[in-house]
């Protein structure tokens, strides 16, 4: 049988290791989603001609969508690019874009520039797909005109900008991601040291850890389990991420599982105050915090159990005054 702090050891690690992969695991489908715009960024700009542009069904189905081009002639159109909130009239005043028509015979492609950026037959950026309200107004525009629609690319040219802002996005949110799997990942490497572990730290305040490990160990052979609390005979264990909550059952004054019904509202379901003014609050199913304060409630009878307003204000108020009760109520029964 696994002994308790073997066990408590092992749940603390199996938290910390799960939000390391996490973050680390999300790096890495992003990594693979975003391949091809890394692909593209490294050996990019692709120069490219009418062939190539013609086998493309689409600008998704591009593996080299960063691309140059060179055409024989460019040709503005009327059309402008204007950002407005719904409802919202577009003021073609506002705009800060431009739509050309760059020629690379026999096909055309419609090309988004900035408003003041110089037509030019040569032009690098990225394919993308046609907005939808500027594909309506083209075919509509050129109805009478079906050779000029068919020749017309199904995608266009993004020449605004190059592809670094979005390999910058990408590498901000590749790189956050990593930071936080090694701030997660980094403490199970300095756990190695046994000292430093979360387990050993929050069982040493108790005193010799020798001796607390063999007492542990001794009364998990009896303990129960409410989720991942462990009750034993004289402790109370909570493994949390980075941290094992340990409390003599001793040290208990007051628990409560938080009801809306209470003046008091918190997120977690359990409280429990301790005879040095701290509190613990722990999420578990409500089915096993009943069974764990009725457990409680038979292992150290002498602490107050259920939430009262009237012992809240004295908790907030002369916490000493419960302890001094609680101390009370043991030492008559001993």
């Not at 907005?131 to 993004?158: C, G, S």
């Amino acid at each position: 049988m696994q002994k308790l702090t073997a066990h408590l050891v092992k749940q603390v690690n199996k938290f910390s290791l799960f939000l390391a992969l996490g973050p680390f695991l999300l790096a890495v489908i992003i990594t693979f989603f975003c391949s091809n715009l890394i692909y593209n960024a490294i050996c990019g700009p692709f120069p490219v001609d009418q062939k190539y542009l013609s086998s493309l069904k689409s600008a998704w189905s591009a593996n080299k969508y960063y691309v140059s081009l060179k055409g024989s002639e460019i040709v503005p159109t009327p059309y402008v690019m204007v950002q407005t909130r719904k409802g919202e009239t577009p003021d073609p005043e506002k705009a800060q874009e431009q739509i050309a028509a760059l020629i690379i015979p026999p096909r055309l492609i419609l090309v988004q520039l900035y408003k003041d950026q110089k037509l030019s037959t040569n032009l690098t950026g990225k394919l993308t797909s046609i907005d939808r309200d500027l594909l309506q107004l083209f075919e509509q525009d050129n109805k009478d005109n079906p050779d000029l629609v068919r020749a017309t690319l199904p995608f266009m040219l993004d020449a605004r900008d190059n592809i670094g802002t979005d390999l910058a996005i990408y590498a901000v949110f590749a790189f956050a991601l990593l930071a936080a799997a090694a701030y997660s990942g980094i403490p199970l490497l300095v756990w190695q040291n046994a000292e430093k572990h979360p387990v050993n730290r929050a069982l040493k305040k108790f005193g010799d850890l020798r001796e607390i490990t063999a007492t542990v160990d001794s009364e998990g052979l009896t303990a129960a389990n409410f989720g991942p609390a462990v009750l034993t005979h004289s402790f109370f264990f909570f493994p949390k991420l980075k941290e094992l909550v340990a409390i003599k059952l001793s040290d208990i004054v007051w628990a409560y599982r938080n009801d809306s019904e209470n003046e008091v509202k918190k997120p977690s379901d359990l409280t429990i105050w301790t005879r040095d003014g701290k509190k613990v609050e722990i999420m578990i199913s409500k089915n096993d915090i009943d069974r764990l304060l009725k457990s409680l409630q038979e292992k150290n009878p002498h602490a107050y159990f259920g939430f009262d307003p009237k012992l809240w204000l004295t908790w907030r108020s002369k916490p000493q005054t419960l302890v001094d009760e609680v101390d009370a109520r043991r030492n008559a029964q001993a």
